[in-house]
């Protein structure tokens, strides 16, 4: 699962953060993948709940939810979901932060207290 998820992980900080979501029907999609996602996060009991909600997340990210890219990196500084990254939630709060996360801000701004 660290392979799968360092793959794709790899992919979604290639993808351009700068872009700005206008409520437009691809940016509806992305924020319903990711309320989804959030909700299967805290559902999930086995492995397999883990998998698919791991999964929704990453297809919200992909699809320009930048949210997913900061619950994605929360999941990565808790050692109860994920094996824990602190360097790849960072990545991941940056991207988030470019794009205009307060989320992912916050969370920076923690990392350097």
Avoid at 68 to 82: E, H, I, P, R
Wanted: hydrophobic letters at 45%; glycine letters at 6%.
């Amino acid at each position: 699962m660290r392979k799968f998820l360092g793959l794709t992980v790899g992919i979604l900080l290639t993808t351009t953060a700068s872009a700005a979501l206008a409520e437009s029907d691809a940016a509806k999609q992305a924020r319903l993948r990711y309320e989804e996602s959030f909700r299967e996060v805290v559902r999930a009991r086995t492995d397999l709940d883990r998998q698919v909600a791991l999964s929704t997340v990453i297809s919200a990210a992909r699809h320009g939810y930048f949210q997913a890219y900061t619950l994605l990196g929360t999941l990565l500084t808790q050692d109860d979901f994920l094996p824990s990254d602190p360097a790849m939630a960072a990545r991941l709060f940056e991207v988030a932060a470019k794009a205009g996360d307060p989320t992912a801000k916050n969370k920076i701004g923690r990392a350097h207290v």
